[in-house]
């Protein structure tokens, strides 16, 4: 999951640059272009940057970490059923070769059990296929909404601080190549999150247990 939140957060938005107009004039030209190196000096003076490290907002954010454990264990229940089946299958398999091989059943049972056998088989294959395709569906639409959570408040952070651009750094695709700590703003957008997760988180479980009295 983190990987995965990791190359969908992670970008660089390129800054604007100031085009220099030429001219046949060489005293126009230089004018010109000692408007646009103000004007880019200007711009880069104004501009207000900070950046979130992607790493630590996935390990610190309760409602990433929540979803992790969730399907960790949804993931792992799949697998205990299906390797429950595949045991209980290959129990039946090793008694259809003892009774094979001690020639206790007919050529009529054996080809009826064989037939039993093979379509037990695809069934569990078959369950197998569906439990991994739903989980990754709920997976993908619950990241869908994590993500959108996370973009949304970075938004709303970014018009209410004043920023004209956050970006991310993370250990994976990181094309921020150097990034000075102070406009490091992970800590604040960590905390907020959580805030905010922890309230609905609170507010969701009241509602149950006011809708189970």
Do not use: H, W
Not at 58 to 87: H, M, P, R, S
């Amino acid at each position: 999951m983190k990987k995965t939140i990791y190359s969908v957060l992670s970008g660089l938005f390129m800054l604007a640059a100031v085009a220099v107009a030429t001219s046949c004039d060489s005293k126009e030209t230089k004018a010109e272009a000692n408007e646009s190196e103000v004007a880019e000096e200007s711009v880069q003076k104004d501009l207000k940057i900070a950046y979130v490290l992607i790493d630590t907002l996935t390990n610190q954010y309760q409602k990433c970490k929540d979803l992790e454990e969730v399907f960790t264990k949804k993931k792992a229940n799949a697998e205990n059923t299906i390797n429950e089946k595949g045991k209980n299958f290959a129990n039946q398999v090793q008694e259809f070769q003892r009774k094979v091989q001690s020639n206790s059943i007919t050529q009529q049972q054996y080809e009826s059990e064989q037939a039993r056998l093979q379509k037990l088989q695809q069934d569990i294959e078959a369950l197998q296929a569906r439990l991994s395709t739903s989980l990754e569906e709920e997976y993908s639409k619950e990241f869908q909404a994590l993500t959108d959570t996370i973009k949304n408040f970075v938004q709303s952070y970014a018009e209410e601080k004043g920023y004209d651009f956050i970006l991310c750094k993370s250990s994976g695709i990181d094309n921020v190549l150097y990034a000075a700590p102070q406009y490091d703003v992970t800590e604040e957008v960590v905390s907020v999150l959580n805030k905010r997760y922890n309230k609905a988180a609170k507010a969701e479980k009241k509602d149950k247990e006011e809708k189970d009295k």
